[in-house]
């Protein structure tokens, strides 16, 4: 059985994200997991995500890149301090921060990975570096500093 990605631990009122929000049926609701030390998504585009015919649309790998990075450093929260997910009190990030650096036009139409990785955990805040990968090559870098929402939001 395969375990359950990070999304899905949020509650509901959480979980409405056009990005990862398993509850926006509209949305990409992505879905992460750990892969060892790096957090793991694969996400097939499909063809109104394209920027041009054949090629994905720069704001689409941006979204991948921030929601991606803010569920793993939620994941990364709750594994510094050694407990699950599913614990109380819960742990929700936010995007303070986010930069992308496209490396290459990214094809339409074949999964693409990204994985990552922490960089920092300082407080309430939590640096991921990630990259999204298409046929084996990477086509976009990100970093995103996520910050841990206010328990009363």
């Keep these: 059985m395969k375990e359950k990605a990070f999304q ?9 994200c056009f990005g990862c929000g ?3 049926m509209h949305g990409h609701r992505i879905k992460s ?12 585009p499909e063809p109104y995500h394209t920027a041009f ?5 720069g704001g689409m790998i941006a ?3 921030d929601c991606h990075s ?7 929260a709750y594994r510094a301090e050694n407990r699950g997910m599913d614990s109380d009190p819960h742990l929700r990030f936010v995007t303070a921060s986010l930069h992308v650096d496209y490396l290459k036009p990214t094809p339409i139409g074949v999964p693409l990975v990204v994985r990552a990785g922490v960089q920092e ?3 309430r805040k939590i640096v991921v570096i990630s990259t999204l990968s298409a046929n084996g090559e ?16």
């Design 8 to 16: 899905d631990f949020y509650d509901d009122q959480y979980s409405h």
């Design 22 to 24: 398993r509850l926006n």
């Design 33 to 44: 997991y750990w892969d060892g030390d790096e957090a793991l998504c694969i996400f097939t």
């Design 53 to 57: 015919p054949g090629y994905v649309y």
């Design 63 to 65: 979204s991948l890149i």
């Design 70 to 76: 803010t569920g793993t450093a939620a994941a990364a």
């Design 121 to 123: 955990i300082k407080g």
């Design 138 to 153: 990477v086509c976009a870098k990100g970093k995103v500093v996520a910050v841990q929402m206010p328990e009363k939001w």
